[in-house]
């Protein structure tokens, strides 16, 4: 990394999973450098912001040249911390919990799934892919000996919060939450919601714009 990254501002961090999520795809079809303005029509932003984004980590082009691609790749994996392990725990394993202890991708990502944890008993011992589904209770004796970075609430709304202070107590480092609740955590707790119905409502927005047109 060749600039200090913590005054870089979310809105460039959030969209940097684009960006590695489209070089990944540029290095499975061997492709080994491209230019900002054939980066720009890949993504959607304009070659500018993409130059402007990139030079916010001291910029990897060389004029002329463009970007390597496995190097803007693995650099951008180093800035989004996807070169270090995670151990990662989920609170409730309804649908969504199993849903995410099912996808792999994210263990070869480095976020061990290391177990669910749920209340209702006859979840209870279940075995999604190879993560345990365990009683609630054995949630602490479980994290007792281990550093749990990363807690996924998958529960009702009506849960979250004081699934969140459990979290907190254990302690995560991380919340990434999935119920639309308002969850409160201390600033030292790095906290994301991810509201799927958000994104889908924008859907149902851009649908009924088309349909005015
Ligand atoms: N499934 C989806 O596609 C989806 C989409 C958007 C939002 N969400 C949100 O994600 C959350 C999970 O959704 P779901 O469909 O998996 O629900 P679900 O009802 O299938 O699963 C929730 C699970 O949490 C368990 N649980 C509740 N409180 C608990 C506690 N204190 N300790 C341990 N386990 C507890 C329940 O027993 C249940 O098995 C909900 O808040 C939902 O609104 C889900």
């Known amino acids: 990394m060749k600039k200090d990254v913590k005054n870089v501002s979310m809105a460039v961090i959030r969209r940097l999973p684009k960006y590695h999520r489209r070089l990944k795809e540029l290095m499975d079809k061997d492709v080994t450098r491209i230019s900002s303005k054939e980066l720009s029509a890949m993504i959607g ?3 500018s912001q993409i130059r402007q984004d990139l030079n916010c ?3 990897f082009g060389q004029q002329g040249y463009g970007y390597d691609v496995a190097e803007l790749y693995g650099e951008i994996s180093r800035i989004l ?3 270090g392990e995670y151990n990662t725990i989920i609170i409730g394993a309804g649908n969504l919990g199993q849903a995410i202890a099912n996808y792999s991708n994210f263990e070869k ?3 061990h799934m290391l177990a669910l944890f749920e209340k209702n008993p006859r979840l209870i011992g279940l075995q999604i892919r190879d993560v345990p589904v365990l009683d609630i209770d054995e949630l602490e004796s479980f994290c007792a000996d281990k550093k749990i970075d990363i807690g996924v609430i ?4 009506e849960s979250a919060q004081d699934v969140a ?3 907190i107590k254990l302690p ?3 919340i990434w939450n999935f119920a639309p609740a308002d969850i409160q955590v201390p600033e030292s707790i790095t906290l994301e919601n991810v509201h799927l ?8 927005y851009l649908l009924k714009m088309n349909e005015m047109e």
């Open 57 to 59: 980590f001291g910029g």
């Open 81 to 83: 911390g996807l070169t």
């Open 197 to 204: 119905s958000d994104s889908l409502y924008i859907i149902s």
């Open 154 to 157: 998958c529960t009702n709304k």
């Open 109 to 111: 990502k480095g976020f």
């Open 165 to 167: 202070d459990t979290l």
């Open 45 to 47: 932003f304009t070659a």
């Open 172 to 174: 995560v480092k991380a």
